[in-house]
């Protein structure tokens, strides 16, 4: 998602073609602009107003970019020219932004409307992480950043990561080092209920490394790495491979 807490969801309004929703602008689309997405072309180059759907949900940030995070993200994630990556969770797009610098391809999603409709980048899209709007095997990298604590159903997450991920990716994930589960979500909770002891309503699971290894059973995904960094914040990074 972000290096923030993610604390709202919501429904989209359903639309009954690409065409009704972006008309010519999809048509105009050339074919290096398209990635997965169920044949239809991809928004990575779609004027901004044009990513937007309506009623989406919201949610706050702690932080809209961590410069300390993002270092050690790009250790592991090593971005390349051409590569086509996807941002589960990617708020209001700083992170998509900067990983542009390394390749065109890259792509975020995120269900908040109050975050896309700020969007740093125009290659950010709606997009429910758990029931992600492309094809099997789209993506050359996935990586989400503090989303995963905030999602109710996370077998679903992790069987779509598998899905859009190409035999051979990698997948990032980025979560919270929490002794007790919302530790670190207490100012958001603060933020958001005006109560410090809401922190469960934000943060939904605590999760571990050895979690994250049970979470992955019986899909492709597997364990490479875990680590524990500091980065204006303690959390586990964790590394996952897509088999071949």
Not at 32 to 46: C, Y
Not at 76 to 90: A, F, S, V, W
Not at 157 to 165: D, G, I, T, Y
Request: with cysteine; proline share 6%.
């Amino acid at each position: 998602m972000n290096s923030g807490p993610y604390v709202g969801g919501g429904q989209h309004k359903e639309i009954e073609s690409m065409d009704e929703m972006y008309g010519d602008t999809v048509k105009r689309m050339a074919p290096r602009d398209r990635v997965g997405n169920k044949g239809a072309p991809s928004f990575a180059r779609m004027p901004y107003k044009k990513t937007l759907l309506p009623k989406m949900g919201n949610y706050k940030m702690a932080f809209s970019f961590n410069s300390a995070l993002f270092k050690v993200l790009l250790k592991y994630l090593k971005p390349n020219k051409g590569e086509e990556i996807l941002d589960l969770g990617c708020s209001r797009g700083f992170y998509v932004r900067e990983i542009e610098k390394y390749t065109d391809g890259v792509i975020g999603v995120d269900i908040s409307e109050s975050s896309l409709r700020e969007a740093v980048t125009p290659k950010v899209r709606y997009g429910d992480v758990t029931s992600l709007d492309f094809e099997a095997c789209s993506f050359d990298k996935v990586y989400s950043l503090h989303t995963i604590e905030h999602i109710p159903d996370l077998s679903q997450f992790f069987s779509e990561m598998a899905r859009v991920l190409r035999p051979g990716g990698i997948a990032i994930i980025v979560y919270p080092w929490e002794p007790l589960r919302g530790l670190q979500a207490m100012v958001a909770a603060l933020r958001q209920y005006k109560n410090p002891f809401m922190v469960r309503k934000i943060h939904l699971h605590r999760l571990t490394p050895k979690r994250i290894q049970q979470l992955v059973e019986g899909t492709p995904l597997s364990h490479i790495k875990s680590i524990f960094t500091f980065a204006l914040g303690l959390q586990y990074l964790t590394v996952l491979l897509k088999e071949i």
